[in-house]
């Protein structure tokens, strides 16, 4: 295998302010080093085709490079590369001539660099700094850029305001057509964005390949969590006759409001006076001190704090109905990982994300697509919500999700634009 490829993250979490906050952060959470390191591990333990390399990462510490196990029992190697803050969060590389050095030193024929983006000033900016000092390297190199989250910067409008996001969608506009020139290929997780460079950028849609991030199908699997069943019933789920979950790390108050957590309490509430005895377990850290007091004294709310995903998979396997009121003046970057293993434990989904499933046909086997949900369609939500439940044997979300979100599939979509994109080379 003569082509590598390597991972890079321009993306740092803006809540962690030091280096031993890191090192804490992550021996907690296990994780914390991006989307690229998921998506090499994903490519080494179930691809062929490709040599996986290094996953770059910023951290606020010094120099660094280390070893880790995935959670797909594959060894991925990590170098750090040390950021610094420009303004209130908001970081950048130290260096970054010390990371295309690196990679101008790894010796292949061809590589293949693979970064997760947003559509963000900040990261905009930061890239089209990298990318052109990258492409300087006298060798075959491909940029394939994860478009994220964000919206494509004309939508910005929509988000931010009409005069805020204006003027950051014509300076975003500009730095994206600037860097456009240095990317080969697109991953893109929702379909605003898929139409946004096909239809109105004018990329080749070969060279975009429309794919949520995969789950392990194999692993997160109903069969292997029906053991628990009766111990999370008592645990979890005493005096609830219907059973929702939502899982949410809230870190700011943007969190929330994004996910539509702080509207749980309401949804609740209605439910209940419908006649529909309903609990919902809203799993992941609440920081916003505010919000988790306001769920906790929330009659029929289950808050569980941060729980290994282990845990986290035996009540969602349990329960009735994942939801996921998603709110409508914010943009949602896909389907979201936590639905999609909702789908693979076979539990129906109520959220307006689902309209990011690529194929609308199946949309009805998986659950109910809401509309996007803000203060004034709490109450069409919980219709949606009553009619999932008074319909549930009419879904089969495992079997209809499994061919578009099994990380096999993934995979093996990257590794068709990969090698779709080293051919024109």
Known sequence: MYTGVVGFSSYFPPNVRSCSELLYLRRKAGRMLGWSTYI?????????????????IPSLCQHNRY?????????????????????????DYKDYNAIVSFISNINKEELIIYTHNLFSLNFAYELLIFFSKLKKINKNITIVAHQHSQPPFKYYSESLGKLKGSAIGVAGEFLFKLLHKYIDGYVVSNKKTFHYLVDEMNIDPSTVLYQHVGVDYENVNPAKYRAYMHIVEEKVWKNCDYRLVLVSKVTRNYGGYVKGVDLVPHVVSMLRKLGYRACIAVIGEILDKELALKLKSTNGIILTDHLPRDEVFKIVASSDLYILPARSNYYYGGIGVAVIEALALNIPVVSPTLEHVPDERVVKYLGVKAKWVDTAGISRFVRDIVHALDNITQFRPRQYSIRFYDIRIMVNNLEKLFTSLTRKI
């Open 67 to 91: 070893t880790i196990r995935s959670e797909f029992g594959v060894n991925v190697d990590i170098v750090e590369f040390p950021v610094r803050r420009i303004v209130k969060n908001i970081y």
């Open 40 to 56: 090499l591990a994903s490519l080494k333990k179930y691809g062929s085709r490709f040599d996986i390399l290094y996953s770059i």
